[in-house]
């Protein structure tokens, strides 16, 4: 009997896939788990399987012996029931696909219909559902606020401060003391300013720009000394390095730190002096660092600037008198020449910029949605990040040529085989990357989005090649950035935000005071690999949960929308659909192929569209098309497109079916049955 230790992933259709925790021989790729015989195992759980039989292609079946390690006792989702039949909690999960049962002193005062918190006390059997515990009552899903506190719970996010960390916090006061500025680089003289958008309350870093002589520049990049205040091994650093990460959502925060001091006593505020270590670089004409120095230091911001503001005053817009550094545009035509010499030193060496609009929530004064637009980056965004990058790099360079342990932001090359589907397809636009799979440099990449640069075809391809790339990940080897073609790479730009930063910025400090010698170092080689890998994985859960609401949002802003026509383009194509992005409002939604009755449409895959056997009619990645948005389905939380072409072809002939082919019979066994409630659609 062949055994498998791995991660249980499930589908919501109820099947599942455990991904092997290492490369198993005879076994290619994850191994295929039916619904029946998910056994007492949850999705995310690790979990020991037995392998049963080949599944073609050298892919396997089999099912769950035993459980691991469960990933969460607690779960979110509706309460239903619970005045004369049994109560039950269907969970928000989808991936979870039995409901809970909740006996009745169990049910914590929820009424049905209301979005609760569950703590599992029996797990699932063959013979029946898991069972649990009301321990939160979260409200109405639709109520302002419940909405991001669902996503909390259910991604386990830590969201009180504990008590001992906002007590060390508070013991630090409000202020720089005198003391704390001793032995530290005075740069209060310097013009300093920060630049962030306009809702931010945590300032990591401010800049300074000087002027030398034969056109070099002295940028200073000043980030906020957390590793001053927090001890490390304290409440405050074992609070923070279990969290990770800020996690950042449309309406709120929640900070890796107290607000006493990410709001607070680090955050880099006008008018106040802070602690700062800082990057100060001489900079120049072709954009390269021709010498550095790192400082502890000391700051004084003159303003606290948001892109909106310096963007206007780099494009001529009119300002307000009253405009915070209103009277720094010099210092910002500066910042912009420099970043104009930086962005193309990274270029020149083949740095990808794949300029992905995000989804910005325009709100009225009561919190609700009124429109849902792509936020651009603008020119002060773009000069904000290439300071950060350029520091970023310096300070990698540094770690790396001091050959000390350190904390490297790593990012490997992609895949070949990977790479070579990306390549199939930029063949179908009559594009490619003019390398082969295992030998593709960042500059192939760069060098194809500039070519697709303003056609319709430019960001589903970004977004492709994207995800031909690896994910960008912590690690104490120095293994470079592929993305941004750099040999070195690392965080140091937002220690108030993220832990490995801090972490970097201790390093920094031990190094430059003789402190990384002996039992210190051996300390730090043996810890750095589980700071790198849990950094990596909180990183991961912050992004799926600040993913996962904004798209929640954006199909309850779209429910009152059914019926109306839109146009957009496709972005995705699978064998059950087409992925539609709407150009306004800038949501996402799915073309079932189900809906597209003039034709029988075959997916191809190395092409990435979908064919009319018939008509000869296709829709591929980057086409414009009209759409209707017939069903906004809050349990699946997905928007129904249907393709106007298509709806009208059909009505003007009828029925307009054409003749289906017979699908195969299912195999894989029924879903397992939930013990009480209606079954979900899947």
């Not at 937002?494 to 390093?507: E, G, Q």
């Not at 950094?535 to 949960?545: H, K, M, V």
């Amino acid at each position: 009997m062949r055994l498998v230790t791995g991660r249980l992933h499930v589908n919501p259709r109820g099947f599942g896939f455990v991904t092997p925790d290492r490369p198993v021989n005879g076994l290619a790729g994850d191994l295929y788990i039916a619904g029946t015989g998910l056994g007492p195992a949850l999705h995310g759980d690790r979990v020991v399987a037995r392998v049963e039989r080949p599944r073609g292609a050298g892919r396997a079946k089999g099912s769950i012996v035993r459980v691991v390690e469960r990933a969460t006792s607690r779960l979110v989702g509706r309460f239903e029931g619970g005045v004369r039949g049994a109560a039950f909690v269907v969970p928000f999960d989808r991936r979870i696909v039995a409901d809970v049962r909740i006996p009745g002193p169990a049910v914590g005062g929820a009424v049905p219909g209301e979005m609760v918190e569950v703590e599992l006390t029996a797990w699932p059997t063959a013979a029946g559902a898991p069972a649990g515990r009301v321990t939160e009552v979260l409200g109405d899903s639709e109520a302002p606020g419940v909405d991001t506190r669902i996503m909390i719970r259910k991604h386990g996010l830590p969201d009180a401060h504990e008590d001992d960390a906002i007590a060390e916090a508070r013991r630090l006061g409000a202020g720089v003391r005198a003391r704390d500025r001793q032995g530290r680089t005075d740069f209060r003289r310097l013009t300093t300013v920060t630049i962030d958008g306009e809702t931010a309350r945590d300032f990591d870093d401010a800049v300074t720009l000087e002027e030398l002589p034969a056109g070099h520049y002295r940028l200073g990049v000043h980030i906020a000394d957390v590793a001053h205040y927090v001890a490390e091994g304290g409440a405050l650093d074992r609070a923070a390095r279990e969290r990770g990460t800020s996690v950042y959502f449309p309406d709120r925060a929640v900070h890796m730190f107290p607000p006493e001091l990410a709001t607070g006593l680090c955050s880099l505020k006008p008018g106040v002096d802070r602690l700062v270590q800082s990057c100060v670089m001489d900079i120049g004409p072709d954009g390269e660092v021709v010498r550095y120095e790192l400082h502890d230091g000391v700051i004084h911001s003159d303003a606290r600037m948001t892109y909106t503001d310096v963007n206007a005053m780099l494009t001529g817009q009119p300002l307000a008198a009253d405009t915070p550094g209103a009277r720094l545009g010099p210092l910002f035509e500066r910042m912009a020449v420099l970043f104009e010499r930086l962005h193309e030193r990274r270029r020149r060496r083949g740095s990808i910029d794949f300029d992905l609009p995000e989804a910005r929530f325009l709100v009225d004064d009561a919190g609700r949605v009124e429109a849902i637009v792509a936020a651009e980056r603008n020119l002060a965004h773009r000069i904000i990040e290439e300071f950060m990058l350029v520091a970023n790099e310096t300070v990698a360079r540094d770690l790396a040529g001091r050959g000390v342990p350190g904390l490297f932001r790593v990012h490997e090359a992609p895949d070949p085989v990977r790479v070579e589907d990306f390549e199939a397809f930029a063949a179908t636009l009559g594009h490619g990357l003019a390398a082969p799979p295992d030998a593709v440099s960042p500059m192939h990449f760069q060098r194809l989005i500039d070519r697709l640069a303003d056609t319709p075809e430019a960001r589903p391809v970004a977004l492709l090649m994207l995800r031909t790339m690896q994910q960008a990940r912590y690690d104490p080897a120095d293994l470079g950035h592929f993305g941004l073609a750099a040999t070195s790479y690392t965080h140091f730009t937002s220690p108030i935000r993220r832990y490995p930063d801090l972490v970097v910025h201790r390093v920094l400090r031990a190094a430059r005071q003789g402190g990384l010698d002996g039992e210190r170092r051996r300390a730090l080689e043996g810890d750095l690999p589980e700071i790198a890998r849990r950094s990596s994985e909180r990183e991961r859960r912050a992004e799926e949960a600040e993913r996962e609401l904004v798209h929640w949002k954006k199909v309850r802003f779209m429910a009152d929308k059914v019926g109306d026509e839109f146009s957009g383009y496709v972005t995705g194509a699978a064998p059950f659909g087409l992925f539609v992005e709407l150009v306004e409002p800038f949501v996402e939604g799915l073309v079932h192929v189900s809906s597209m009755t003039d034709d029988y449409y075959r997916f191809v895959a190395e092409q990435h569209l979908l064919h009319g056997e018939y008509s000869g009619k296709a829709y591929r990645l980057g086409d414009l098309v009209r759409v209707r948005l017939v069903r906004v389905d809050r349990e699946r939380r997905q928007l129904d497109l249907a393709l106007v072409d298509v709806l009208e072809a059909v009505r003007g002939k009828g029925d307009g079916r054409a003749p289906r082919r017979r699908s195969r019979p299912r195999t894989d066994g029924p879903r397992r049955g939930r013990a009480r409630g209606p079954r979900r659609p899947a």
